[in-house]
């Protein structure tokens, strides 16, 4: 079921003065990224991502060189998918610019070797398991204009980044089932740092807090060359996994331990955009 913004919000923040209510800046925000995919159909990142993992053992430290992929499915939303090309300077074999030709000449498998690949890209991650939510574009299914009933959302208040006035604006999913699935339905939140004129995002965090783990990823936006929608060119996220115990067999009360941190930096250059019919490939 679908939630509506509610009136206690609305009227709070109407007495902050200035300061746009949720509903306006949703409205200008999902605008933005309507037309970020009208005008990007799919776009591909050179991605150069170092990840660090800490916990009882030495302190572990891995690069990354990828290829990333962001497509819009249309009413489906942003799809991302990442290819690694080369781990700690060391070419993985096999390697062709595969989501390029991809991309360029789709085909009626196209949905199932993208996600193949983006499966192996996976198992590259310090940390182990099948760790996806470390895309860019992550936080943005939230806000698009389609999906922002499924949240509560409040405005936070007014700071400048990178130069630009934003305002803060919160968000905190209710809807069930939930966009990014977890073993206890743990709830996504976080954060957007939207431009009031305009609703263009300037930075976006996601933050899901569930018993086996814990993950965050902040985005940081800008432009880029050739390009007019602005692309990420930074993201911080942070992963810790935990082992969740009972308290006893007859109590319900449950305890975790921090088994490992991973922190991750990546940074993005090379933006080729291309306006394919991704929604067709998507529906086959």
Do not use: C
Request: charged content about 25%; hydrophobic content about 40%.
């Amino acid at each position: 079921m679908r939630t509506m913004l509610s009136v206690s919000l609305l009227l709070s923040l109407a007495l902050a003065g200035q300061t746009p209510a949720p509903a306006e800046l949703l409205q200008k925000a999902g605008a933005y990224l309507a037309e970020y995919e009208r005008q990007i159909s799919a776009v591909v990142l050179e991605e150069n991502y170092k990840q660090i993992a800490k916990g009882d053992f030495p302190k572990a430290q891995r690069n990354l060189r990828s290829d990333l992929l962001v497509i819009s499915g249309g009413d489906a939303g942003w799809f991302g998918f990442r290819d690694v090309l080369a781990v700690d300077g060391n070419a993985i074999p096999d390697h062709e610019n595969r989501l390029l030709k991809l991309v360029t000449a789709p085909s009626a498998n196209a949905m199932e070797q993208w996600t193949r690949m983006s499966d192996e890209g996976a198992r590259y991650n310090l940390g182990g398991g099948k760790r996806t939510i470390n895309m860019p574009t992550i936080a943005l299914i939230f806000l698009r204009a389609a999906e922002q009933e499924r949240s509560r959302w409040t405005v936070a208040g007014r700071k400048k980044i990178e130069g630009y006035e934003v305002i803060e604006l919160r968000f905190a999913e209710q809807a069930m089932p939930r966009i990014v699935r977890t073993s206890d339905d743990a709830a996504a939140s976080g954060r957007f740092w939207i431009e009031p004129d305009s609703g263009r995002i300037v930075r976006s965090e996601f933050v899901i807090d569930s018993m086996g783990m814990f993950g965050s990823v902040t985005v940081t936006f800008g432009p880029a060359p050739k390009v007019v929608p602005w692309m990420p060119l930074a993201m911080e996220d942070l992963y810790h996994l935990r082992e969740v115990s009972s308290a006893s067999a007859a109590s319900r009360e449950t305890t975790s331990i921090l088994l490992m941190s991973v922190e991750g930096h990546a940074s993005y250059k090379n933006f080729r955009t291309f306006n394919v019919n991704t929604s067709e490939i998507i529906k086959k």
